[in-house]
């Protein structure tokens, strides 16, 4: 039984280059999330999907972010022109739909940890 | 809005000791969901427990319990008889419930560290 997997580990980019990540969900489970997570503090919503939907996305996407989940398997997170506040750790979490709202939980992933220098 | 605080932003204690991390949560439903995580040096997010608002009744699972009182809106977390293993950040998250998603909130967490 294996978890959500997400790739790479680490990435170190300069300022202004585009960066792409992968998650791999719990093969089951039809939700997916992105978080971010900064130093200190706890994680932050970014996006979810429902299968291959996108169905919400926090103001703190902004144009330069986009995500992708094709098929409603993997899922991918897309920063274009990076900046130095991108720096962040990137988590994903994955969560099967049950009877009744919200009597889910969400598994995560051990996370991108993402430098822009 | 819904909000989770989490005071208590470090913790040191001595291995044994028994240690309590507080999680205070904000919201306007009546339906809702409290978890807990934990965060190891690696990274990962580790679920430890997930309480609907509708059970008050304390949880406990091995060294591991949960305090649920929905009159002080507080879900505290004890850990008894600490280890070095125990040593992580801990995150309590509220989900909420009849939006479009179950997209959790998270406090900022407590680091615990266990000395030996």
């Known amino acids: 039984d294996t978890g959500v997997s997400q790739d790479p580990r680490h990435k170190i980019t300069k300022r202004g280059q585009n960066v792409t990540f992968r998650c791999d969900p719990i093969?089951?489970?039809?939700?997916l999330y992105w978080y971010r997570q900064t130093l200190g503090q706890g994680p932050e919503f970014l996006t979810y999907?429902?299968?291959?939907?996108?169905?919400?996305k926090s103001r703190l996407l902004s144009d330069r972010f986009s995500a992708e989940r094709p098929k409603g398997s993997f899922s991918t997170l897309e920063i274009q022109r990076t900046e130095q506040g991108d720096s962040a750790m990137y988590l994903c979490?994955?969560?099967?739909?049950?009877?009744?709202?919200?009597?889910?939980?969400?598994?995560f992933g051990p996370g991108t940890r993402l430098l822009v220098l | 809005a819904q909000k989770v605080t989490q005071a208590q932003t470090e913790i040191s204690v001595v291995e044994k000791e028994d240690v309590t991390l507080d999680c205070v949560y904000e919201?306007?439903?009546?339906?809702?969901?409290l978890f807990w995580y934990k965060q190891p040096p690696s990274g990962e997010l580790v679920f430890l427990i997930r309480?609907?608002?509708?059970?008050?009744q304390n949880e406990i699972s091995g060294r591991y319990s949960w305090n649920f009182q929905k009159s002080t809106s507080s879900f505290n977390f004890t850990i008894t008889a600490s280890q070095v293993v125990d040593s992580a950040v801990y995150f309590c998250a509220l989900s909420e419930v009849g939006g479009a998603t179950n997209k959790l909130i998270f406090g900022t967490g407590t680091l615990l560290a266990v000395q030996p």
């Open positions: 919201t306007r439903d009546t339906t809702y969901y």
């Open positions: 093969s089951e489970h039809n939700r």
């Open positions: 979490a994955s969560s099967e739909s049950l009877a009744g709202w919200g009597q889910e939980t969400q598994y």
């Open positions: 999907f429902q299968n291959e939907a996108q169905l919400e």
């Open positions: 309480r609907n608002s509708f059970d008050e």
